[in-house]
């Protein structure tokens, strides 16, 4: 009766052995995917125009490598010295330190100077929390001027 025991309590740790291995191991791979680095994508047009005041209204697409899409708006307020009127064709936008396309909507800090004349180009990074937002551009327009304020990415 005592072997009897002594067996079933054996194999009973054996089986619950072989069980949690594969919940340890399912548990790491789900933990890895959390923590998993998402980089997103922004390819974008604005245009806009300065006069002591900044405005600029978009559109764009963003695309991450998970598998997350969204078509997206953007807006360009903020003040300083600057005077012109603008456009961005061809722009581009990396996005790291984001977990999910959620985190990529929101307002970023700007601070910007300027300085074209029929074909003009962008260079600058934003920030939104831990969230970096690299920005290029080319396009045409003349502006000219220092100026601060946010970059808007809505649905």
Not at 52 to 63: D, Q, R, V
Not at 71 to 87: D, F, P, Q
Request: charged share 20%.
């Amino acid at each position: 009766m005592i072997k009897r025991t002594l067996a079933l309590a054996a194999l009973v740790v054996c089986v619950g052995g072989m069980t949690a291995l594969p919940v340890a191991q399912a548990r790491a791979a789900e933990s890895k995917a959390v923590e998993a680095k998402v980089d997103c994508e922004l390819k974008y047009k604005l245009a806009g125009w300065s006069i002591l005041y900044k405005h600029a209204e978009g559109s764009g697409e963003i695309t991450c490598n998970n598998g997350q899409r969204a078509s997206v708006k953007i807006k360009v307020v903020g003040g300083g010295l600057t005077a012109g009127k603008y456009r961005i064709d061809d722009g581009r936008g990396a996005i790291s330190h984001v977990r999910s396309i959620s985190d990529v909507f929101g307002d970023y800090a700007q601070a910007s100077a300027e300085a074209g004349v029929v074909k003009s180009g962008t260079a600058q990074v934003l920030t939104k929390g831990t969230t970096s937002l690299a920005l290029t551009g080319t396009g045409e327009g003349v502006n000219l001027g220092l100026s601060v304020g946010k970059f808007t990415i809505s649905k």
